[in-house]
């Protein structure tokens, strides 16, 4: 039940964002509004406000806002040409396209920034257990040692030491320990290790033999910093959802780790049983991921509207109805096809028990 309920909320809160961001900006720049849908297909349920009919339909794996004039090949009215979509500005149409990615990149931010504000609970250096020959060993640290510099730099979280370290192979580092009250310094040359990035690629990295002693520090921002980081922290995983589909297509990323409904209703339980922060956090991260996709120069997609505009904006016109409405079926094809796809691994997951039983 937690896993349908989150995944409901979860989809829900997304979809909602992306459709208010296309309908909020619409309605700023006075192109009318028929209709503004939280899913496709058969309607549920609807109330009409003005000339906008708000809507719950059956399918729930997506939404839109249906426009004036929005249609190629749309008949509009003489008193509804003002108001029309396709009447617009080039500048003014590309900016009601791309209100809705913007606004789920918009919405990350915010909740990097609001958790960045009221703390992040972060391990600090304290060591947990220690290899047995590793480079720490070998230098004599003990569990329950704090490391509290490298190189004379201080440190106090857990992801600063380790990002020194790994970039340290085959380097000496004068590291700065403090055990019970004392503080000394150990000189330590991390061990090249070959590991495996996110993407599956091997990577070398340095490594000392140490893993976290599990204290946890709460780490607070102020909140012109907190929103800063906020957008910092948006615009990397945006840049690492990017660099993820460019390895798929490169088949670096195996096509099996696409994953559709199924795979994102699992994740969102899971993220939801394990705290209210850590799915607020997830929330985040799928709606970076859907805004990014969204931009893929897929027709149908507002990536595909945006690049009929680019090429508009080049031949100085449109392109033809007919263009348009094969280049719509070839997108809506690739969709399908993707999104079978992507149940079908789904599936598989289930069927082979990842599903039930994680990775």
Not at 159 to 170: D, F, L, P, T
Not at 184 to 192: R, S, T
Not at 240 to 248: C, M, N, Q, S
């Amino acid at each position: 039940m937690t896993t349908i309920i989150s995944f409901i909320v979860l989809l829900g809160l997304l979809i909602f964002v992306h459709e208010l961001g296309h309908f909020l900006l619409a309605k700023r720049l006075g192109v009318g509004v028929l209709k503004f849908s939280l899913g496709f297909g058969p309607k549920l349920i609807g109330k009409k406000i003005g000339e906008t009919e708000y809507l719950i339909s059956a399918l729930p794996l997506g939404g839109y806002v249906k426009m004036i004039g929005e249609d190629p090949g749309e008949i509009v009215s003489q008193e509804d040409l003002q108001r029309s979509f396709q009447n617009q500005p080039l500048l003014r149409r590309t900016a009601i396209v791309l209100a809705g990615p913007v606004f789920n990149l918009l919405l990350a931010a915010f909740i990097f920034s609001v958790i960045f504000m009221t703390g992040v609970p972060v391990p600090n250096t304290k060591i947990g257990d220690i290899v047995k020959e590793s480079p720490a060993a070998i230098a004599d640290l003990q569990k329950g040692d704090r490391i509290v510099a490298i190189d004379g730099t201080a440190l106090d979280k857990w992801e600063e030491m380790v990002g020194i370290i790994q970039k340290s192979a085959g380097v000496k580092l004068i590291i700065t320990v403090e055990r019970e009250g004392t503080r000394f310094d150990v000189p330590i040359i991390p061990e090249k290790k070959t590991t495996k990035n996110i993407f599956g690629e091997d990577r070398d990295i340095g490594m000392i033999g140490v893993a976290s002693g599990g204290e946890i520090i709460q780490e607070k921002t102020s909140p012109p910093k907190a929103i800063l980081k906020g957008f910092e922290r948006t615009i990397d995983i945006s840049v690492l959802t990017i660099v993820g589909i460019v390895k798929l297509i490169q088949r670096i990323v195996p096509a099996d780790s696409i994953g559709g409904p199924i795979l994102i209703a699992q994740l969102a339980g899971e993220q939801a049983s394990a705290g209210i922060i850590n799915f607020i956090l997830f929330t985040a991260v799928i709606s970076i991921n859907l805004g990014v996709i969204n931009l893929l120069p897929i027709p149908i997609l507002d990536g595909g509207h945006l690049l009929f505009f680019i090429i508009e904006a080049i031949r100085r016109k449109p392109l033809s109805i007919k263009i348009k409405e094969i280049a719509q079926q070839i997108g809506l094809f690739i969709i399908i096809a993707l999104m079978i796809f992507a149940f079908y691994n789904d599936i598989m997951r289930f069927l082979s028990g990842k599903v039930l039983n994680g990775p």
